[in-house]
Structures are given as C-alpha cells and as structure tokens.
C-alpha cells in the first residue's frame, strides 16, 4: 500500500470512529488535506476495497474498515499515530495445537519425514531423526493410528493417552510417537506477540526528548518485549481500560510513563490487548476514549468476522 492509500485509510477509519456512519469520497476529499479529487479519491477507495481494508454496505455508497483494515490500522498507524505517543498490540494466543491429519514418511533409514495438516488446512513439515530405523509399513501403521485415534484433538492432550494407547501397538514405535508429538506441538503452537509501533514519536514528547538515558531503556522494552508482554497479559485479565501511572507499572523504564491499556475480544472471548505509552503529563482525557474506542471497535470488527465465517 503506498502512502497516499495509508493516508487515506487512516482518514477513513479515524472519521468513521468519530461518527460511525460509512464515509464518502467527496468527505474524505475535504478531511484527508491531501489535494485529490473525489474522483481520484473513488478510484483509491476501490483499489482499497478491493484489497479488502474497507467495505461497501449495501445501504451506502460510503466505505466502511474490514477486519483486515482495523488491523492494519491498530498494528501500523492507529493508536501512535492518533495519540502521538508509542502504540502497543498483544495478538491473540493461538489456541491448542490440533491436526486433522498426519503422515510419516520415510525418508532413508534413521530419517522420517513428518507432514501435518491443520484444521485450518495449513501444512507443516517437520524431519525427525529417529534413533532406529523404521520400515514404511510400521510408518503407515503409525499414520494410521494417528489419525484414527487423535485427529482434532489437542496435541499436548495426546501425549498423556500415549502411554495406554501404545500397548496396542507395542514399543517398537513409541519413540515415533513421542517425536511426533513434541514435533509436532512445536511446530503448530504460536504464542501471543507484541507489536511496536510509534516509538519515535517519543522522541518528539518534552517529557522524554532532553532525556536520552530514559529513552534508551524505554527502547531497551520495546526491543525485549517480555516485560512488556507480562504488563500487557495482566491487563488482559481486567475489565475495560486500566492506566498504569509510573511506577504503578512495577516496569523500571516506565516510572516516568503512563500506560493505557484495554483488552479486545471476539466472539464474546478476550483475545488481545492495545495501549498507549507515553508520558505521565499526557491528556488523559484525550487518550483514554481513544484506547477503549479502539478496543471496542475491534472487537466488534473480529466478532463480526467470527460470524460471518
């Protein structure tokens, strides 16, 4: 996406969260600054359309965000953009790793070549290194087992049922077994990031800009992200929008910040938290409805996503 179509995304996004109503080109024209005809402005919308950032409802010839343009909004320019301070997103945890199929291959004696299909059709291919050769009928044997017995069920579930189910099959492929099930939980289990965005826009805050010391360990979290991470699942556990004031934090390079945060959800089940970090002076009662807007708007974009899947 090239600037000027970002520009104009994050016009029509930041109007449509002011008013709610799908937005026009000839507003856009009038609210992006940007010296483009409506005209010009209908052919971006399109091409942003058919991107899928926005959406056209039937009862409007304004544009709407899509789930994949809030995204791209939270992620990329919303939150730092809108408030001038640094934005930060939790992504939702992956739940548990399931397959909806799996199969061994062999490869050569001591190498098997280990293929998983997940619900969501992805395929994932892994390479175990057995510590005895396998002939293809005991792999098939195993495939079939597999699939037979455990298909569709969490994989950190099935290293529990192993010890009994194997006793039907005997010892000779329970080292496989358990190879495939660490391989394989490793392989589909993601657990939740953080995404930056925004950072240098404390540069330009005057809390921050004359104290270079405090920016360098304020970069230092962003880098590290675990901290960070921790602050950011607590606050996923708490209803609506939390703000930590300095030390409030228990994070060393914020006792001089101010951290809001609110958690997102989809389909009723909170997913993800957003926030901003910036000084301790900032306008709280700017920032605060900008951050559980936010939230509630993307949990509205993903829960409607959920339903029409």
């Known amino acids: 996406m090239d600037p000027r179509s970002q520009h104009l995304l994050k016009t029509l996004i930041e109007r449509y969260i002011t008013d709610g109503q799908p937005v026009g080109s000839r507003a856009l024209s009038r609210q992006s600054g940007l010296e483009l005809s409506p005209a010009t402005i209908r052919n971006v919308m399109a091409d942003l359309e058919e991107l899928g950032f926005i959406a056209s409802p039937h009862t409007s010839a304004g544009r709407i965000p899509t789930p994949k343009g809030y995204r791209f909004f939270v992620d990329s320019l919303m939150l730092s953009q809108l408030t ?122 005057g809390d921050f800009s004359s104290n270079m010391q405090r920016l360098r360990l304020l970069f230092d979290l962003f880098e590290q992200k675990t901290s960070l991470l921790h602050l950011l699942d607590a606050s996923q556990q708490a209803e609506g929008v939390q703000i ?28 993800g938290t957003l926030g901003v970090i910036g000084p301790t002076r900032m306008a709280y009662e700017r920032v605060v409805p900008i951050v559980d807007v936010t939230a509630k708007l993307l949990s509205s974009a993903l829960s409607q996503q959920i339903a029409d899947d």
């Not at 099930?181 to 993601?190: H, K, T, Y």
């Not at 409030?248 to 951290?259: A, I, K, R, Y």
Request: charge should be negative; charged fraction near 25%.
């Open 84 to 205: 001038q301070f640094a934005g930060v997103v939790m992504t939702p945890k992956r739940r548990e790793a399931t397959f909806r199929h799996l199969e061994f291959l062999r490869l050569s004696e001591r190498r098997v070549l280990l293929i998983i299909v997940t619900a969501e059709n992805d395929v994932q291919n892994r390479i175990l290194h057995t510590d005895r050769p396998y002939t293809q009928a005991q792999l098939v044997e195993a495939t079939n087992f597999f699939n037979h017995n455990f298909a569709g069920t969490p994989l950190g579930a099935i290293r529990g049922r192993l010890a009994e189910e194997l006793r039907a099959l005997g010892d000779d492929i329970a080292g496989l077994m358990r190879a495939a099930v660490d391989v394989g939980e490793g392989a589909l289990s993601r657990d939740e990031s953080l995404v930056v965005s925004g950072e240098r826009n404390l540069l330009n805050a």
């Open 244 to 271: 930590y004031i300095g030390g409030e934090s228990g994070l060393l390079p914020l006792d001089e910040c101010s951290v809001v945060t609110a958690p997102y959800e989809a389909g009723g089940e909170v997913i």
